[in-house]
């Protein structure tokens, strides 16, 4: 699937590394750069050691991990 990053409007592929895309989301789908969404802090480091973030979604802000 191909969108448009929330943030900077590029091209986002997931599930290409560090393209995220928010999906089983209600009325919104929210694809974003990993880079970009760092950058506005909805990216969090998860507990847990296999690399799992946590994001929080820009549209609804509920957490999602991936
Ligand atoms: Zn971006
Ligand atoms: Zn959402």
Redesign the pocket.
Known sequence: MNGE??????I?SAPEEGHIWLREHDSHEVY??E???SGHNVIEEGQQSDGEILITCPECGEVETA
């Open positions: 990053c929330y943030f900077c409007h590029g986002v974003m750069h880079q970009c969404a």
